[in-house]
Structures are given as C-alpha cells and as structure tokens.
Nanobody
C-alpha cells in the first residue's frame, strides 16, 4: 500500500492542525494505521494508532487529550487532528500501515510508511 501524508505547516503554540494520509494500492481497511513523529536528533516515536475499522484508538501519553486519530475507510484516508499544539510537538509526522490486526507502538511493526509531513510549532 502507498501512503501520502499531508497537512503539516508552521503554526503557533496553541493552534491546531489536521494531518491527512491517503492510502492507495491495497485495501485500506485491512490495515491498522498509525501516526509517528521524528524530531531532529531523536528516534521516531509513536503518536497514535487506529484499529482496522476505527473503533479503537491508542495514544502516546504526550498527546492524549490533544490529538485525535480517525479514519474514513470509504475515502482510504487517515487523519490526525492536533489541538493545543506545543513547541515540543515539532517534528516530521509519518503515517504507517500495519498488516497485523493488533495496534502497535513500535515502528518496526509497521509494514508501510508515508513520506512524512513537517509540523513546526513556534512558541
């Protein structure tokens, strides 16, 4: 499956952004979907995951209550609504697809990756 992430940008602390990830090539609703991020000099870290049908979600503690992951299987699209953004949210954000049925937080569990979209939050 091919993934194309978009929606990043430069915002101020407290602002909101919505990231999108469009999937093509294979049946989108066969995959657990996740968002990860990577800041300069840091390892890629888990942000959020969404089950195959979207009924279950899981978040990193650092974004819980501020970010919301959703998916629209009819549009083959994954979303990440990010509210109350902080400077420490600055990173390249990646969407990823996992062919196994259980949500996972480890990057190595995911089979396919998008190209990333930059999110920069100024203080």
């Amino acid at each position: 499956v091919q993934l194309q992430a978009s929606g990043g940008g430069l915002v101020q602390a407290g602002d909101s952004l919505r990231l999108s990830c469009v999937a093509s090539g294979r049946t989108f609703n066969n995959y657990v979907m996740g968002w990860f991020r990577q800041a300069p000099g840091k390892e890629r870290e888990f942000v959020a995951a969404n089950s195959v049908r979207g009924g279950r979600t899981y978040y990193a503690d650092s974004v819980k209550g501020r970010f919301t992951i959703t998916r629209d299987n009819s549009k083959n699209t994954l979303y990440l609504q990010m509210n109350s953004l902080k400077p420490e949210d600055t990173a390249v954000y990646y969407c990823a697809a996992d062919s196994r049925l259980q949500m996972a937080t480890l990057p190595r569990r995911y089979d396919y990756w998008g190209q990333g979209t930059q999110v920069t939050v100024s203080s």
